[in-house]
């Protein structure tokens, strides 16, 4: 089931309702009911795959039992060991079993020798499973490292793995926030309600008027660069750019404003991370709770920033290495992730990854400096450059895109693949940019105007172009469900 389905529409208000209206009086039914809720949400896509969430969840649940309950360092680690290696064992087999056999493969090949695929499997990737395994070793993690006691409470674990507004794409939880605020009880709140609303009216937005309608042409251009010029290919990239920023802001936002609307906060996974001033801010807004798991559990227990700068540019490779290839099994995301590490490094040796922690662009005003503004540009233009990467199916096709891009500089108009003005797009482009501008202060409030008139008509504008781009005849699944 997807949050832009005609299913998750009957779903929701139906889950809403029984939720507040039959099952309120009890905190426990209540975790019942949203359990329930969210493994048949889930199973909605392959029941199957349940028993793996089901296993993560009672692995993970026993193993903070046990490394609570251990005196001696020697087996909290060894406890710990568990939830990595069969976390990562099960992430690894689905995920990467294929690719590694693969690249096994391909090496030998290179050397002259060929080697039959019997090995090779037709293992199908559960949704959502780089998501839900990482957030139950974060449990695991916090636990190991004190910050957190043990749950004797299974219900209320397994309804934390298995939150259905984040679980196939995040946020990524800490039990900090999430399993606090499912054991304890909640109570209806209108405002904390409509702002949910709000949050999942502007998420449908991006999702189907900005990367579904993005997403086609996207599609036409990657499928046929060897027939197109480069401004083609630049166009290519640049609306990958919005698409992807489109797709997966809006599931988060969908995501957030739909745990809202039963009484639980997420925590921000976008900031607007197109008015980043260099690479090191864009991080900090773009996909924020991977970048704060990978911060907590790898980075730091590496050593963090407070080695020699070797160990620590070391650990800065390995942190961005294992980001790429935790988006997916290909070489194109581990080289997308060696080229942020190449772009973030020279920012940390100067100093200026630490620049714009508590700041954003224009703070008290609409510009602060030129120099602001074409900073933004430049970080924008090197993210965009890097997306090459990510979008293309190989190493040797992103190669030949950009050296197309290079070599084969013309212009030449390009048509929509469906017919329709380009025109529109680019205008809704520059629209779309400039209203996320006005309101880049707060991520949680798309529609914030003191003008109800205003307010009105911006929320008929939302609907209307809603309904003039949802297309049932396109690929409306989300692009992170492949990771």
């Known amino acids: 089931m997807i949050f832009n389905s005609l299913e998750f529409f009957i779903f929701l208000p139906v889950t809403f309702?029984?939720?507040?209206?039959?099952f309120k009086k009890f905190i426990k039914v209540q975790n019942i009911f949203l359990l329930i809720a969210s493994y048949i949400f889930y199973g909605w896509w392959d029941w199957r795959f349940l028993s793996l969430i089901l296993l993560s969840t009672i692995v993970d649940y026993l193993v903070g039992i046990k490394i609570d309950s251990s005196?001696?360092?020697?087996?909290?680690?060894?406890?710990?060991?568990?939830?990595?290696?069969?976390?990562?064992?099960l992430l690894g087999f689905f995920k990467y079993y294929n690719f590694f056999i693969d690249s096994w493969i391909d090496m030998f090949s290179i050397l002259g020798y060929e080697i039959k695929s019997t090995w090779t499997l037709r293992v199908i990737l559960p949704v959502g499973i780089s998501f839900y395994t990482f957030q139950t070793m974060s449990y695991s993690f916090d636990i190991y490292y004190k910050k957190l006691k043990h749950t004797k409470d299974f219900l209320s674990f397994a309804t934390f793995v298995s939150f259905f507004p984040q679980l196939v794409a995040g946020p990524i939880e800490r039990a900090s926030n999430l399993l606090s605020q499912i054991t304890n009880k909640r109570t209806f709140n209108y405002e904390q309600a409509v702002g949910g609303l709000k949050l999942i009216l502007w998420g449908l937005f991006k999702k189907v008027v900005i990367a579904d309608?993005?997403?086609?042409?996207?599609?036409?251009i990657f499928a046929n660069y060897s027939t197109y010029p480069a401004s083609t290919l630049i166009l290519g990239v640049t609306l990958f750019s919005f698409q992807i920023y489109g797709d997966f802001s809006g599931y988060s936002d969908i995501a957030i404003g739909t745990a809202k609307l039963f009484g639980i906060e997420l925590t921000s996974n976008f900031k607007f991370p197109y008015f980043s001033r260099n690479v090191a801010e864009f991080w900090r807004r773009w996909h924020i709770s991977l970048s704060t798991w990978f911060r907590y559990y790898i980075y730091i227990p590496l050593g963090g920033s407070y080695q020699s700068k070797w160990i620590s540019l070391?650990?800065?490779?390995?942190?961005?290495l294992v980001s790429g290839f935790w988006h997916g099994a290909n070489w194109t995301f581990i080289f997308w992730g060696l080229i942020h590490a190449l772009l973030f490094i020279p920012s940390f040796l100067t100093g200026r990854n630490r620049t714009y922690v508590y700041s954003h662009i224009g703070e008290s005003r609409f510009l602060k400096t030129t120099n602001e503004f074409f900073n933004v540009i430049l970080t924008f233009c090197i993210v965009t450059f890097a997306w090459v990467f990510f979008r293309s199916d190989s190493i040797?096709?992103?190669?030949?895109?950009?050296?197309?891009?290079?070599?084969?500089?013309?212009?030449?108009?390009?048509?929509?693949?469906?017919?329709?003005?380009?025109?529109d797009?680019?205008?809704?482009?520059?629209?779309?940019?400039?209203?996320?501008?006005?309101?880049?202060?707060?991520e949680r409030a798309p529609f914030k105007f003191k003008s109800k008139f205003i307010r009105f008509i911006i929320y008929t504008l939302v609907i209307f172009l809603l309904l003039l781009f949802y297309d049932d005849t396109i690929d409306r699944s989300f692009i992170y469900f492949q990771f």
């Open 17 to 22: 309702l029984l939720y507040w209206l039959v």
């Open 71 to 89: 005196d001696k360092q020697v087996k909290r680690k060894s406890w710990l060991w568990v939830s990595v290696v069969f976390n990562v064992g």
């Open 213 to 220: 309608s993005l997403g086609v042409i996207v599609d036409d």
């Open 314 to 320: 070391r650990n800065i490779a390995i942190v961005f």
């Open 396 to 423: 040797l096709e992103a190669f030949e895109f950009i050296k197309r891009i290079i070599f084969n500089f013309s212009h030449e108009s390009y048509s929509h693949p469906m017919g329709y003005r380009m025109i």
């Open 425 to 442: 797009y680019y205008v809704l482009i520059v629209l779309f940019v400039l209203y996320e501008y006005r309101i880049r202060k707060d």
